[in-house]
T-cell receptor, first 117, second 114 residues
Framework: GAVVSQHPSWVICKSGTSVKIECRSL??????MFWYRQFPKQSLMLMAT?????????EQGVEKDKFLINHASLTLSTLTVTSAHPEDSSFYIC?????????????FGSGTRLTVV | AQSVTQLDSQVPVFEEAPVELRCNYS??????LFWYVQYPNQGLQLLLK??????LVKGINGFEAEFNKSQTSFHLRKPSVHISDTAEYFC????????????FGKGTRLHILP
C-alpha cells in the first residue's frame, strides 16, 4: 500500500532558529500534499495544500513567510518553520495523495513533534 | 464549505461492549467521508471510507460505518471493543475534484474500561 515517510519524528530547537520537516511518498507519486498542525488533544488543522511544481495554497490565518512549503518533486514536500518560537511547538503531520489512485486514498505521515525552547 | 461535527469528545465503554461514535457533516455538494484513528504521538490511519455505492462500509479492525444522506451522518460502530481500540478517532470529509482538502472533525477519544 501507499506509504508516506515523515522526518524527523521529533525535533527540539532553540527559539529563533529554523526547522525543516520532510514528507516523502515512498511508492507513489504525490501530486498533492497537505500539511496539518495538531495541538494537544485537538483536531488536525489544515495549514496548506501544495501541488508539485506550484506555490502552496495557505489556509486563512497561516503565515506564508513563517511556514515555507516546497513541493519540488512528485515524491517530496518540505515544511520549514522559520524563526521558530515556543508558540510554534506542535505536532505537524503531512498527508499525500495520488489522484491517479482509483480508491481515492490520502496517506498520512507519522508526524513530527516540534518543541521550541 | 464543508464541515464535520463529532458530537462526543470522549466516549467511555467497557471492554467487549459495542460502541458507536457519532459524526454529522454539512455540505451543499456530494462529499466523500472518512474515519481515521490516531494512536498517541502517531499519524493517522484510515479505518474506512465512503465514496459511493453501498451505504454500509466495512473497515479494518472490525469497524464499520453507515452513510445516511438524509440525516447527513456517518456514524462509526464496532460490535465488541478491545483495550487496543483506545485511541482518538476522527471523522473527515472531502470533495472530489474540488480543492481536494480533507476537513477533520474535532475527534472523539475512545476510552476502553476493563
Amino acid at each position: 500500500g501507499a506509504v508516506v515517510s515523515q522526518h524527523p519524528s521529533w525535533v527540539i530547537c532553540k527559539s529563533g532558529t529554523s526547522v525543516k520537516i520532510e514528507c516523502r511518498s515512498l511508492d507513489f507519486q504525490a501530486t498533492t500534499m497537505f500539511w496539518y498542525r495538531q495541538f494537544p488533544k485537538q483536531s488536525l488543522m489544515l495549514m496548506a495544500t501544495s501541488n508539485e511544481g506550484s506555490k502552496a495554497t495557505y489556509e486563512q490565518g497561516v503565515e506564508k513567510d513563517k511556514f515555507l512549503i516546497n513541493h519540488a518533486s512528485l515524491t517530496l514536500s518540505t515544511l520549514t518553520v522559520t524563526s521558530a518560537h515556543p508558540e510554534d511547538s506542535s505536532f505537524y503531520i503531512c498527508s499525500a495523495r495520488d489522484r491517479n489512485r482509483l480508491n481515492y486514498g490520502y496517506t498520512f505521515g507519522s508526524g513530527t513533534r516540534l518543541t521550541v525552547v | 464549505a464543508q464541515s464535520v461535527t463529532q458530537l462526543d469528545s470522549q466516549v467511555p465503554v467497557f471492554e467487549e461492549a459495542p460502541v458507536e461514535l457519532r459524526c454529522n457533516y454539512s455540505s451543499s455538494v456530494s462529499v466523500y467521508l472518512f474515519w481515521y484513528v490516531q494512536y498517541p504521538n502517531q499519524g493517522l490511519q484510515l479505518l474506512l471510507k465512503y465514496l459511493s455505492g453501498s451505504t454500509l462500509v466495512k473497515g479494518i479492525n472490525g469497524f464499520e460505518a453507515e452513510f445516511n444522506k438524509s440525516q447527513t451522518s456517518f456514524h462509526l460502530r464496532k460490535p465488541s471493543v478491545h483495550i487496543s481500540d483506545t485511541a482518538e478517532y476522527f471523522c473527515a470529509v472531502s470533495v472530489w475534484n474540488r480543492d481536494d482538502k480533507i476537513i477533520f472533525g474535532k475527534g472523539t477519544r475512545l476510552h476502553i474500561l476493563p
